[in-house]
């Protein structure tokens, strides 16, 4: 299980939805996949195994990536993988 759960995110208007092929259980590594920044599933995967990756260990710091997401990475960096590494790189500048 991850740091947080559903209902720990801080913005309540992603979609829950899946797609054929589309298994919200299923886990790997941040890659060149886009990151869909509306879908609940994703986002939630993401800053799960972006904390974990990061050795965070207290909530406040996977919402911090999840207000990054949302508000603070260009809408041009789209790859998980971009998104990550924009994170990582802008983490202390960041104003949440």
Do not use: C
């Not at 509306?38 to 993401?46: A, Q, S």
């Not at 799960?48 to 710091?61: I, M, P, Q, T, V």
């Amino acid at each position: 299980m991850g740091l947080i759960t559903k209902s720990d995110l801080h913005y309540k208007d992603y979609t829950w939805t899946t797609v054929l092929g589309d298994d919200p259980t299923v886990s790997g590594e941040p890659d060149n996949t886009l990151l869909s920044r509306k879908e609940g599933y994703e986002i939630l995967y993401f800053v799960n195994k972006f904390s974990e990756k990061n050795n965070f260990k207290n909530k406040d710091s996977a919402i911090k990536v999840e207000k990054m997401i949302r508000n603070e990475v260009p809408k041009e960096t789209r790859s998980q993988k971009d998104i990550k590494t924009w994170i990582e790189q802008n983490w202390t500048k960041s104003k949440f």
